[in-house]
């Protein structure tokens, strides 16, 4: 855990989702002055109304450094998901264009791209934490089922081959979640993210028992800038996809807004358990 009492200003990178809120949260309980990059088409305007902040565009590295460098930004947290642009729709400055060229030749998975952007941001003099930090271990799924809902044998089963598939493509740097269904993998994430990945597995259940959405971290995975988050959305999507439940890696994946989303989980009769892989 990184120690936060030396923290001059905390910059935000924030993204989709709830985790920006939730960080901005522990900001204010623990007394921490934050400053938030926004960036276009990916940052809600209205999250960031009222508080401080700048707008950059994805690839305007050097912008983004000015505005660190003018808000006296010592430490940074990336916060919630970007959606990946096409090289075409980038604008980037100098320091883009140069961060860019570090990215050519190089996998393109999200673990090659994160470990480049803490490089640059560490030769910039800040100081990378990961929303662990900020949030304390209270905030990871816990070992064990949370829900009044448990897993049955076959929802076991499914859960224990979602663990195999997901480690095993996370080991390629492709995803960290799929969905099983009567041990038959219905899908696994990709580019688009988990969100889509269970919508888009919504018209592949089959008859019977309903399926299971499983999510770990990735061996290796550059868990300070990529952590691996469940919350609200990701029981509503489960519930309307037809699945029974969520497992997540317990101890490594945050559970956003813990007892929203189980009281959530209860209400849809879903479970969430956290699971280990060994």
Not at 113 to 138: K, T, W
Not at 198 to 203: D, E, G, M, Q, V
Not at 250 to 273: M, P, R
């Amino acid at each position: 855990m990184a120690d936060l009492s030396n923290i001059n200003c905390l910059g935000i990178i924030a993204g989709h989702g709830d985790l920006p809120r939730d960080i901005i949260q522990a900001c204010q309980i623990q007394n921490i002055p934050y400053y938030i990059m926004a960036y276009d088409g990916q940052t809600d305007p209205k999250f960031v109304q009222g508080l401080p902040h700048d707008w950059v565009g994805l690839g305007q590295a050097g912008k983004t450094i000015k505005h660190f460098k003018t808000n006296k930004v010592d430490h940074i947290v990336m916060a919630g998901y970007f959606n990946r642009p096409a090289w075409s729709d980038l604008k980037p400055d100098l320091k883009g264009v140069a961060l860019m060229a570090k990215l050519v030749g190089k996998p393109m998975g999200d673990d090659g791209l994160f470990r480049v952007i803490v490089d640059f941001f560490e030769n910039e003099g800040l100081i990378v934490i990961s929303p662990e930090d900020l949030l304390g271990p209270q905030a990871m799924v816990n070992l064990g089922t949370l829900t009044k809902e448990q897993p049955d044998e076959q929802a076991l089963k499914d859960i224990r081959r979602g663990l195999d598939v997901a480690k095993a493509l996370g080991a390629q740097d492709v995803g960290q979640s799929v969905v099983v269904q009567q041990g038959l993998v219905l899908g696994v994430e990709a580019i688009e993210g988990s969100d889509e990945l269970i919508k888009r597995t919504a018209s592949l259940k089959q008859d019977g028992l309903g399926g299971v959405f499983v999510k770990v971290i990735k061996p290796n995975q550059e868990t300070r800038v990529d952590r691996a988050v469940i919350g609200p959305r990701t029981v509503e999507y489960a519930a309307q996809a037809g699945l029974r439940g969520i497992a997540a890696e317990a101890d490594h994946v945050i559970l956003l807004n813990k007892d929203e989303t189980i009281a959530l989980a209860d209400s849809k009769g879903l479970f969430i358990t956290g699971v280990s892989y060994d």
